[in-house]
């Protein structure tokens, strides 16, 4: 774990940050040791997040980081591993909530893990979310929430896809601030994931990887 990077992203210290990760790879650090590192970061972020000492504006900052990071450490992991995708994943923050801390997070663990991810925002209405799975056509979708208002929004996308008779050939996973397995009971999900982790290892347990 390096202390120093962790510290420099979770600052928001976006220059140090991403000169230090292009330092790292030249001296032969494991991209995937600094994406472990970048993920603690949003981890420190998010809790300051919760306890009022970042606002909406350092949290976009910090997406803005970790999107940094990743163009840089990407490119190396699909060079380790090839370019063969495990799967699809469509992923986006259900109609009237704006977060997107824990998606981002989500979105890039799942997408250097080797997983074809498409994402499709904040605050998306159930009419988009139906648009985009017809045209991506993913094995998992997974809808993220951190407001209790979320509940019924997540309720409704599920409901759609089933009135569209597209929800039986994919799996849905919930995830967010405010979720435990009775929202997922709630909303009609397949699984609840606590954070990153658990997403990736609900994608390698429904689709392989």
Not at 28 to 50: C, Q, T, Y
Not at 105 to 111: A, E, K, N, Q, S
Not at 137 to 154: C, E, H, I, K, W
Request: charged letters at 30%; one cysteine or more.
């Amino acid at each position: 774990m390096n202390e120093k990077l962790i510290n420099l992203m979770a600052d928001l210290m976006e220059e140090e940050t991403i000169a230090l990760v292009k330092e790292l790879i030249e001296k032969g650090e494991n991209p995937m040791d600094i994406l472990n590192d970048a993920r603690s970061a949003m981890e420190v972020v998010g809790k300051r997040f919760e306890s009022c000492e970042y606002f909406i504006p350092d949290l976009m900052m910090a997406g803005e980081i970790l999107r940094g990071i990743s163009d840089i450490v990407k490119p190396l992991l699909e060079k380790e591993s090839g370019s063969a995708k495990k799967g699809k994943v469509l992923i986006g923050t259900v109609a009237g909530d704006i977060h997107d801390i824990g998606k981002d997070i989500v979105t890039f663990m799942l997408d250097v893990s080797g997983y074809d991810v498409l994402d499709i925002g904040i605050d998306v209405p159930v009419a988009t979310f139906i648009e985009k799975i017809k045209e991506f056509n993913p094995q998992v979708v997974a809808l993220s929430g951190f407001l209790t208002l979320a509940y019924d929004s997540m309720k409704k996308t599920v409901e759609a896809m089933e009135a569209e008779g597209i929800r039986q050939n994919m799996k849905i996973m919930i995830g967010g601030g405010q979720m435990d397995d009775e929202i997922r009971k709630y909303v009609a999900a397949d699984a609840y994931g606590k954070d990153a982790i658990a997403a990736v290892n609900l994608c390698k347990q429904w689709i392989g990887g």
